[in-house]
Each structure stands twice: as structure tokens, then as C-alpha cells.
């Protein structure tokens, strides 16, 4: 709850007219919202739990609230909407049940292009919405995972696209190393096991 009052006001702070609307769009979805805060992150590394994908959402936005007063070159409306939308294709790649899966859809088309079309087809029930805008905003969702070869068909081209793919993978990774930590110290262990996924132990420097 906390998390999602957070996410609201942060975005509640969006002043470019279409993206407000686009946002109050998806915000006024009963359905959508319903499935967004249900939904977990990600399977396992991070956010992997039931209100994940919320919380990830909201550190990210308070993440680049920071980088929009350190650069304030950064389109902030562009970026704080993108940050909302960055993910939500997750809540049809996966379950979001006890246990979470992949879907056949996740795994045929995976959660960057199915939030691609979220978007598209949300923007699109918005008349007039600007090409330019609708474009930009695409971009940091299709870019997001920074990389062709994890996942992201286009890198990203513009600053609000590189700020958000950094965030992401920030957020994600010291949430992930967090979780590490938290159980090697409930082991009283001072490295974790091998982590084949990043090919390294962590350190928990308290064991």
C-alpha cells in the first residue's frame, strides 16, 4: 500500500497534458491496476513476490527523481512515465499466483514487447495524442534492457532511455544483492553460494 501511494504521488507530479492522460488512462483501468499491484517483478533474482513489480516501480521513480535533479536535461514526464510502463508486460508474461511461471505468451514474445503493445494500444484509444511523444515513450520501453542481446530490440537512443535502463538494472541488482545478504546472515554464512546467473559469490561482510 505504501509502495503504491508513493508510485501515485510521484506521478501525480506529471505535468505534460498527454502523458497525465495516459497515465490517468492505465491508473482508471480497474483491471489493469488490479493485475499491476498483484503481480510480482521478476520469477526469482528480484521483486520476486507478490507487489513486486509496484515496489521495483516506486524505487525506480524515487531513483529518478534524484538523476532529474542531477541532469536536468531529463525530460522528467517522459522518464517518470516510462518508469511506470517500463514493465508492465510482466503482468502477461508470468503468473502471479502463489507460485510464479511463465506464460506461453511471455515466453513466445516476453514482457518488453508485450508492454510495447499495452502502451500502443493504450495510447491509441487517446485522440490526438502526439507521434513525436508516443514514439519517445516506446523507445524507453522497448530499450530498457539496455542490450540486444538481453532482451531489448532497439538500445537506447535518448537520455531518458539510457537514465531508465540504468535505474532498472540498479534497482534490481541491489535488491537482489540485498536478499543475498539478508539470507547468508540468516545462515551465518559470510559468502553467499555460487550464483551461476552473475557468475559470482557476495560478500556479506557481518558473517
Known sequence: KADLDGLRDILATISDPWLKKLVT????DSDFMTQFTAASAAKRWHH????GLVRHTHEM?????????LYPNINRDVLMTGIFLHDIGKIDEMTHE?????????????????????????IATIEGFPERLRLELLHCVLAHHGELQYGSPVVPKSLEAIV??????????????????????????????YMPLIDRMIWNREG
Open 25 to 28: 488512462a492505465f491508473q482508471q
Open 48 to 51: 520476486a513476490y507478490r507487489g
Open 61 to 69: 521513480c524515487q531513483l529518478g527523481v534524484t538523476m532529474c535533479s
Open 98 to 122: 502463489l507460485c510464479v511461471e511463465y506464460t506461453t505468451v511471455g515466453r513466445l514474445l516476453g514482457h518488453v514487447h508485450l508492454g510495447a503493445e499495452m502502451v500502443s494500444a493504450k
Open 164 to 193: 531508465l535502463h540504468h535505474i532498472d538494472n540498479l534497482d534490481a541488482q541491489a535488491a537482489a544483492f540485498s536478499r543475498i545478504i539478508e539470507d547468508s546472515r540468516e545462515k551465518g554464512q559470510e559468502w553467499s553460494e
